[in-house]
């Protein structure tokens, strides 16, 4: 995108600020680029300054904890709260200047954000409002320099979605759309006595036991074996990220990283599965195996 679209207005009358920008990239990328506190790590300050995640918990009535940091080492540390989030398309957040501590700096001005994600084609437009306490609070920002912080801070986030886009094209995507909410999808792909009923490509194949303790640095371990006994294997991972009932990621003996991810819309729930190829076998043979399984998962939630 030669010229991205930024527009940066304010409504003196109405104490706000409106943001709009498009970038190329699909929607959901961007979401997690705004909502994942690794991936806001990478681009949520303007440049110079980086940011560092003390906590977070995107979810209602969580909070996100953070830091930009200068390059000599200063930090400005802000705390966030999440409300009234709708994946994908918006969500809510009170922002405000604070301590290491996570204590409110009342000396500064306080905002509540209204962030909201929609397509255009095939690139996504974020729009923000910013809603401030009075016009003394909405002109403190603008002269502490607002708009020009948030064009350098889009500006890294559009160069980040382009590196992040290079990195998911070498990645193999999967998708199932089962019949269940949330919580039995969640609990049905991860409890070891449902696991075993699933966890094979074919009706030759099957899945003799499964354990997994579900944290971060927890172990997963799936047997798989072919009914005739002429072949079997362990598959195992260690957990590197998650969001129980949400999203989960975890890495293979051989470094290759998997994420797995439950979104729920209505009585639905739309399971992805997103994971980096292995070199000895053909990405078709890999893919195709992979759904096997994920569609062996499907039939079996929906019909118990």
């Not at 490509?201 to 047997?223: E, F, H, I, L």
């Amino acid at each position: 995108m030669n010229n991205p679209l930024f527009d940066f207005t304010s409504d003196k009358a109405k104490n706000t600020l409106t943001i709009r920008r498009e970038f190329m990239a699909a929607r959901q990328l961007v979401w997690d680029c705004y909502t994942k506190s690794e991936l806001l790590d990478q681009w949520f300050a303007p440049a110079p300054l980086t940011t560092k995640t003390k906590s977070m918990d995107f979810s209602n009535g969580g909070h996100w904890h953070y830091a930009m940091v200068e390059p000599n080492g200063t930090e400005y540390w802000g705390y966030s709260e999440y409300f009234n989030i709708m994946p994908f398309d918006c969500y809510e957040t009170t922002d405000a200047f604070s301590n290491e501590a996570g204590e409110i700096n009342t000396d500064l001005p306080r905002a509540k954000w209204l962030v909201n994600f929609s397509d255009n084609g095939e690139n996504t437009i974020v729009k923000t409002v910013v809603f401030y306490n009075s016009l003394t609070d909405l002109e403190t920002v603008i002269n502490m320099g607002m708009e020009e912080g948030m064009k350098s801070t889009l500006n890294k986030l559009d160069e980040f979605l382009m590196t992040l886009k290079t990195s998911l094209s070498n990645k193999i995507k999967l998708t199932a759309i089962v019949h269940a909410d949330s919580k039995k999808a969640w609990n049905y792909y991860t409890l070891p006595e449902h696991i075993t009923k699933w966890n094979f490509a074919s009706p030759d194949w099957y899945c003799p036991s499964a354990t997994n303790d579900m944290k971060v640095g927890g172990k997963y371990k799936a047997r798989m074996e072919a009914k005739d006994g002429s072949f079997g294997f362990d598959f195992e991972a260690i957990y590197n990220e998650i969001v129980p009932g949400q999203r989960f990621k975890y890495t293979l003996p051989d470094g290759r990283k998997v994420s797995v991810n439950f979104i729920e819309t209505g009585d639905k729930t739309t399971v992805q599965i997103v994971f980096d190829p292995e070199d000895q076998n053909p990405l078709e043979l890999q893919k195709n195996g992979w759904q096997a399984i994920l569609n062996n998962y499907k039939m079996y939630t929906e019909t118990n």
